[in-house]
């Protein structure tokens, strides 16, 4: 019990801000912890401030007159890994990164695996037949050409002084 008092913490061999104990209930309290994390890394404001899961892969979106490009890091995939559709202008990237090695083996992991799902509103109407995707070191560019219509509707609007 006298493990479980913060008496002379300053003291204690410290980790992430954590006294470490040799303790089997707290080894145990830091792998629950650890599954909890793991458990919940992809649901909303708890994976927007570790910075995964939630809004991965990254992208880049960029729209030019006759097209979008769509640029996303996929590290650790291969095309096989990768699925890419569009419907009412919505771009889906969805897959799955798989485990490289046994968990039996793993002693401590931060890196993201299992599958993922990432819908992006486009900014404009879209001709998907038209669409081509490229895939080179980890990361897929898109090109989406916008329809006839997306491209006419564009309306400058002059400055006047």
Same mark, same amino acid.
């Given at each position: 019990?006298?493990?479980?008092?913060?008496?002379?913490?300053?003291? *204690?061999? *410290?980790?992430?801000? +954590?006294?470490?104990?040799?303790?089997? *209930?707290?080894?145990?309290?830091?792998?629950? =912890?650890?599954?909890?994390? +793991?458990?919940?890394?992809?649901?909303?404001?708890?994976? $927007?401030?570790?910075?995964?899961?939630?809004?991965?892969?990254?992208?880049?979106?960029?729209?030019?007159?006759?097209?979008?490009?769509?640029?996303? &890091?996929?590290?650790?995939?291969?095309?096989?890994?990768? @699925?890419?559709?569009? $419907? =009412?202008?919505?771009?889906?990237?969805?897959? @799955?990164?798989?485990? +490289?090695?046994? =968990?039996?083996?793993?002693?401590?992991?931060?890196?993201?695996?299992?599958?993922? @799902?990432?819908?992006?509103?486009?900014?404009?109407?879209?001709?998907?037949?038209?669409?081509?995707?490229?895939?080179?070191?980890?990361?897929?560019?898109?090109?989406?050409?916008?329809? &006839?219509?997306?491209?006419?509707?564009?309306?400058?609007?002059?400055?006047?002084?």
């Amino acid at each position: 019990m006298r493990d479980l008092i913060p008496w002379g913490r300053s003291r *204690m061999p *410290m980790h992430r801000g +954590e006294p470490v104990f040799d303790s089997p *209930m707290l080894a145990f309290r830091r792998e629950v =912890d650890r599954l909890f994390d +793991e458990t919940f890394r992809h649901f909303g404001a708890l994976s $927007d401030w570790r910075g995964e899961g939630f809004g991965w892969p990254h992208v880049d979106l960029v729209e030019h007159d006759k097209e979008i490009r769509v640029t996303a &890091e996929l590290p650790g995939l291969e095309e096989r890994d990768i @699925e890419i559709s569009v $419907d =009412d202008d919505v771009l889906t990237l969805r897959g @799955e990164k798989r485990v +490289e090695h046994d =968990d039996g083996a793993r002693r401590y992991s931060e890196r993201f695996y299992g599958r993922f @799902e990432r819908q992006i509103a486009l900014p404009a109407e879209v001709d998907g037949d038209r669409a081509k995707a490229t895939f080179k070191n980890g990361v897929v560019s898109i090109v989406l050409p916008k329809t &006839e219509r997306a491209r006419q509707h564009v309306k400058r609007i002059p400055l006047t002084h």
